[in-house]
Every structure is written in C-alpha cells, then in structure tokens.
C-alpha cells in the first residue's frame, strides 16, 4: 500500500507530480485557454464583487492560505485577510453579507475551521469550502467549494494536500482576476502554460533527494533550524518550519527573511542552520543581503535557488537547485526540497515520521 517507499509521507511527497495534475485535470486548459471551475461557477460573479475575502484555516492548510493571500491580492486585487480559524471564531469578528470566507482544510474535519466556517454562515457570508476528503463535514457545511483531488492523504505531515491546495487556489486566483479584468489576457495565459508545467517540474525537483539525504546527514543533529523567505517563498519558510518540527521534534521558526534582524537574528552563530528560499525573483536581491547577513554571523545557509544563478551559491553552505517558473507558482517547486530535507532528517533521527507523537490527521476537537 506504500507502493514501495518506506513511508506514507515519502509516497506522498513523490506523488506530488500527479496530485497536482489531478488537481487542476478539466479545469485548465492553457491550450485552449479553458479555465472553469464548476464549484465555484455559479458564484464567480460575486467573487468578483466581493470586497473583502477570509480565509480561515489552521497549520498547513493556513499556510496555503497565506500563498492564496498573496496569488488573490496579486492577481484580482480584492483584499485578503487570512486567519487562524481558532482566532478568528473566539475574536467577535467583523463579518457580514458582502464577505466571502473561504474555509481550507485537508481533512474537512478539523474543529477550529468547522466553526469558524459556521460563524461566519450565520452572520450572513457566503461560505466557501477547499477540502480534500470528499464529503468532509467542512465540505457539506459550505455554500460551495471546490475539491483538490489530491487523493487520500495518510501521513501525519501533510504534504501532497497542500501542494493541491495551492494549485486549486491559484486557479481561483486566475478564475477571478480575469473575471475583473484585472488579470490581463496574455499573463493569464502565461500563467496557464506555466502552470501546466509545473508537475514536469516537480518531477525534477524530486530528483534532489539523493542530493538531500547528504545535507540532512550534515544537520540531523541540530537543535534548532530557521527558515527565511520573502513575498511568494514566505509561506514556504512557515510551512518549512512546520514539517520540520512536527515529524523530527527539532524547534525550527520560519520567518519573513526581512523580520529576521528584528530579533531571530540574534539566535545566529556557526550552530545555526538556516534554510534561505531565494529563487529568482521580485526579492532576489534583498534576499541576498539577508544571506550576507546570515553568513557575517556564521550561520550555516542551505539556500534553495532557481538553477543557473551563481551569487546565492557563491555564499551559502549548501545550495539546492529548482527549475524556474513564474513567481506566483513558485511555492508549488521550493516547497518540495524542505518537505523532502525534513522528511529525511526525521527518518535519521529515528522518528516515526508517519505518525508523529501527539499528533493527528483530523484535529476535531478544538
Ligand atoms: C501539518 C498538519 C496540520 C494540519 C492542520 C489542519 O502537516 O498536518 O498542521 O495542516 O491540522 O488540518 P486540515 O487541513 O485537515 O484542516
């Protein structure tokens, strides 16, 4: 049932090629330039008038979210709040009528986002649900909502879950931006053909396991692991952190590269690994004063870099090349080496990397 691999979560983390291509199967054809979600047809229309959207979710499936702040504000320019759906029930929040709030969640289970989902319909918003598991409490509570199709995901971690999230997202993004107009029709385009590529590009992204296997060996003993990113990469960084700490029980924090001086900076010497997402992109160059910054104090830098580039590699420690593509689809590539570097130095450790301590696939108690 793990067809061949050691583990649920290593399965899944090479699934990802196809999870992602059954993520997006019938509802983009660059080609053709189809782009159609049924779930959400009926509602594109007040999607596009919608003022303000809520996302509401909690650990992964947040960090997905936070990428859909960024694509949506991006691509539709509607303004996106992205909440930690505990927060957010608890907080008497400003909800009314002319919101959507959109509820993501791989299970469709999980406690938190229920209610907040809840909240939110009975204060009159549309509600809007991404789950992965079919017919999922979340999924039958939603006004609409639209599936990943990831398939069934039986790691702890999750992985493949939220490389479909991000792809689903990402044609909502493209769905209402063109809707609005604000999205014009040769970037639309662009967007189709590069997003069609990016399973190819996955597929090459695995291929530096090998390559990862011997910088965990480096770090496995580490105690603690920062993670920087900026703009796109950002939530990469949090979700980076999250996998490592959930499966291999080290304490590591993502953070946007620039917050780094106020305060984690402090926290660098030579027992620092510190893993920079630093594709080329909008950030490259500040980016690249962040690992100066890093490297002054002696810190160890494992830099995740779009192939080709040279001055990030003439700096860090430990350099991880990614295919290139287009900075909104970025986090589908680099979030693939760090599912993979925490993957493996949890196996070195000796963790149960599938069922970690204390956790659970569906937290549906609150
Ligand atoms: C991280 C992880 C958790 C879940 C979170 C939300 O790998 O598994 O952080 O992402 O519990 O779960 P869902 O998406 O099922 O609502």
Redesign the pocket.
Same mark, same amino acid.
Do not use: D, R, Y
């Given at each position: 049932e793990k067809g061949g691999y050691e583990h649920f979560m290593l399965k899944e983390i090479f699934e990802q090629p196809r999870s992602i291509l059954d993520s997006m199967r019938g509802r983009m054809i660059a080609e053709s330039d189809h782009l159609m979600m049924g779930g959400i047809r009926e509602y594109e229309n007040k999607f596009a008038k919608a003022k303000r959207i809520i996302i509401v979710?909690?650990? @992964?499936?947040?960090?997905?979210g936070l990428v859909a702040e960024y694509l949506i504000e991006d691509f539709a320019r509607i303004p996106v709040e992205v909440e930690y759906?505990s927060e957010f029930r608890y907080r008497n929040p400003i909800i009314t009528e002319k919101d959507i709030v959109i509820? =993501?969640?791989?299970?469709?289970? @999980?406690a938190d @986002?229920l209610a907040a989902l809840e909240l939110a319909k009975s204060k009159g918003a549309t509600i809007f649900g991404i789950?992965?598991?079919v017919g999922s409490s =979340?999924a039958r509570a939603t006004d609409a909502g639209a599936y990943t199709h990831a398939g069934p995901e039986i790691?702890?971690?999750? @992985?493949k879950?939220?490389t479909a999230?991000v792809t689903v997202l990402t044609l909502i993004a493209m769905i209402i931006g063109s809707k609005r107009g604000m999205l014009e029709t040769t970037k639309l385009h662009q967007l189709m053909v590069e997003l069609e590529n990016i399973p190819a590009k996955v597929e090459i992204a695995l291929q530096l396991n090998d390559q990862i296997v011997e910088i965990a060996e480096k770090f496995k003993d580490a105690t603690n692991f920062l993670y920087l990113g900026r703009g796109y990469n950002f939530p990469v960084a949090l979700?980076g952190a999250?996998?490592l700490k959930? =499966?291999s029980y080290i304490h590591a924090e993502g953070y946007p590269a620039a917050e780094m001086k106020h305060g984690p900076i402090a926290l660098i010497d030579e027992h620092m690994p510190v893993v920079v997402i630093a594709t080329k992109d909008s950030s490259y160059e500040k980016i690249v004063s962040n690992v100066q910054e890093v490297k002054a104090r002696k810190g160890k830098v494992i830099a995740v870099v779009t192939e080709g580039d040279t001055t990030i590699p003439s700096m860090a420690d430990y350099v991880i090349e990614i295919p290139e593509t287009s900075e909104p689809l970025m986090p589908l590539l680099s979030v693939i080496p760090l599912q993979l570097l925490s993957y493996h130095i949890a196996v070195m450790r000796g963790c149960n990397v599938d069922q970690p301590r204390n956790?659970?696939?569906?937290?549906t108690v609150e």
């Open positions: 979710a909690c650990g @992964t499936s947040w960090h997905a759906a509820a =993501i969640s791989q299970s469709g289970e @999980t @986002t789950c992965n598991v =979340i790691g702890v971690a999750s @992985t879950a939220f999230q979700e999250l996998k959930e =499966i956790l659970a696939k569906s937290v």
